[in-house]
């Protein structure tokens, strides 16, 4: 059984770093497309960064230049490097994981149980 674990959220101030983990347990990173979603209070829930078909990383424009997508094959984790935060990017962040196909519309197999990120202006 496939497992997803986020961690890593907290409380920042702006401008301010976090880096988020996604630790994989039930199959190896190699075999899963994974990316990261965020879900603010009222709103609808946003792609952060999902993988491409050329195996790079593609990040929504809110995002670009200041996240990164970072992976440790041998924990089976990937990171989610975040800098120059800013209070929008307050919300539960979440990973995702799909064993073929990706879907920006996150109807993907595995979901993380999200972890919170709250950014203080």
């Known amino acids: 059984q496939v497992q997803l674990a986020e961690s890593g959220g907290g409380l920042v101030q702006a401008r301010g770093s976090l880096r988020l983990s996604c630790t994989v347990s039930g199959r190896t990173l190699s075999r899963l497309l994974l990316g990261w979603f965020r879900q603010a209070p009222g709103k609808e829930r946003e792609l952060v960064a999902a993988?491409?078909?050329?195996?790079?990383?593609r990040y929504a424009d809110s995002v670009k230049g200041r996240f990164t997508i970072s992976a440790d094959n041998a924990k089976n984790t990937v990171y989610l490097q975040m800098s120059s935060l800013k209070p929008e990017d307050t919300a539960v962040y979440y990973c995702?994981?799909?064993?073929?196909?990706?879907?920006?519309?996150?109807?993907?197999?595995?979901w993380g149980q999200g972890t919170q990120v709250t950014v203080s202006s």
């Open positions: 993988p491409t078909s050329s195996g790079s990383v």
């Open positions: 995702a994981a799909d064993r073929s196909y990706w879907a920006d519309t996150g109807a993907l197999d595995y």
